[in-house]
């Protein structure tokens, strides 16, 4: 049986890249197709955040974190595992990672798959995200994105040597059948306290919306290293009663019941998933429209408001117009999984499975 390896920078941690990893690792490891592994540079935890299921196999690079090490460091370290381990494709779960994959994988049969989780256009946290998709391009047996428009990006500013491929996150099928709370008079959010996601705006939005509708709320979920701020924003606009910051939550799908509508104030974001989450909860969805994903999530008109970006009078409109419309939100929620077909759990696996299998015949 081939042995797929998924490579992390902790696969422990709270965040979209490490849900999305697990998600596809599980699906992947339940078809019995290929024996399935993850691989951490470190992990700061004993448990993962997400559910990991029985049977895969999960290592460590290095028992501790070692940040700051020399990239020769990393690279050997990535080439003695999948030596080792004898595996035959690698999935770079973040292209960053792929600063020391493909130096590693110079000589090695083992295939490489760098899976992208930012906008071409985006490179948040370190410069050397736009030299690691140079590399891709030219060294890398597939790179997967999470949407068309950044697709045709990758298309437009360099020239790929190998496959290029969108592969959506997918949508997780819900336990039970959910029935829309139209008599709700909550407004929920979720991601990580960081500036990518907006939170400033946010706070302006929900000033302009509470000064209408006092009787609403608003529920953050999430935790990071703007919290400080948010809070401190939060007290200065006097939203102490009406906006809450919950921290992190596992049992998202609880509260996606018991709210109204789904807000997304982000200046960028690789896929959205939270918006597919809350559709799947079947959520009216007001956000930005920021590059890349959430044109490709939202209908506008139909089961959501795609909002100027960073139009903050239009985006409090929007959700003000639905909090004094019960018809409007839920005929929004009725039509919640237009468009929702692409992401299909099914049909994202089989193509993750169609990529290897592919890699693997081109031997």
């Known amino acids: 049986m081939k042995k797929i390896c998924f490579f992390s920078g902790d696969i422990t941690r709270s965040g979209g890249t490490e849900r999305v990893g697990t998600v596809i690792a599980n699906e992947l490891h339940k078809r019995g197709q290929f ?8 992990e700061d935890k004993k448990k993962t955040f997400f559910h990991l299921e029985q049977g895969i196999k999960r290592d460590t690079l290095f028992s501790d974190h070692v940040s700051g090490k020399k990239i020769l460091t990393y690279v050997k370290a990535v080439k003695k595992y999948v030596d080792s381990n004898r595996i035959d494709v690698l999935v770079d779960i973040d292209g960053i990672l792929d600063l020391y994959s493909i130096p590693a994988l110079k ?14 256009y985006i490179s948040p ?7 690691t998709r140079k590399m891709a391009a030219k060294k890398a047996n597939a ?22 491929r969108t592969i959506y996150n997918p949508v997780e099928k819900t336990p039970s059948i959910i029935n829309y709370d139209d008599k709700s008079k909550t407004i ?14 946010l706070v302006k939005v929900a000033s302009k919306v509470f000064d209408k509708h006092n ?7 999430g935790n990071g290293e703007e919290e400080p701020m948010i809070r401190e924003e939060i007290k200065k606009n006097r939203l102490e009663e009406n906006l809450f910051l919950l921290g992190k939550k596992e049992n998202l799908l609880e509260y996606y019941r018991k709210s109204a509508l789904y807000v997304a104030t982000s200046r960028y974001e690789g896929f959205g998933l939270t918006l597919l989450e809350a559709k799947n909860a079947k959520l009216p969805c007001v956000s930005f429209n920021c590059p890349e994903g959430p044109k490709e999530i939202i209908r506008d008109g139909i089961n959501g408001y795609l909002v100027d970006c960073f139009d903050i009078e239009q985006m409090a409109g929007k959700i003000n117009e639905l909090i004094e419309n019960e018809s409007k939100r839920k005929l ?3 039509n919640a999984l237009v468009g929702t077909e692409k992401f299909n759990m ?8 169609e990529l290897f299998t592919q890699l693997l015949t081109n031997d």
Do not use: A, H
Not at 143 to 164: A, F, M, P, R
């Open 143 to 164: 790179i997967v994105v999470l949407t068309e428009s950044d697709k045709n990006n990758y298309l437009k500013e360099l020239e790929i040597s190998g496959e290029i």
């Open 35 to 42: 024996e399935i592994s993850i691989v951490s540079l470190w």
């Open 125 to 131: 946290f370190v410069s050397y995200r736009k030299y």
């Open 215 to 221: 009787d609403w709320k608003w529920i953050i979920i």
């Open 188 to 201: 929920i959010t979720v991601g990580r306290l960081s500036p990518d996601k907006g939170f400033d705006m």
């Open 107 to 120: 000589k090695n049969k083992c295939k490489l798959v760098s899976w992208e989780q930012f906008s071409y």
């Open 346 to 353: 099914e049909e994202i696996v089989e193509q993750w499975s």
């Open 332 to 334: 929004f929620s009725e």
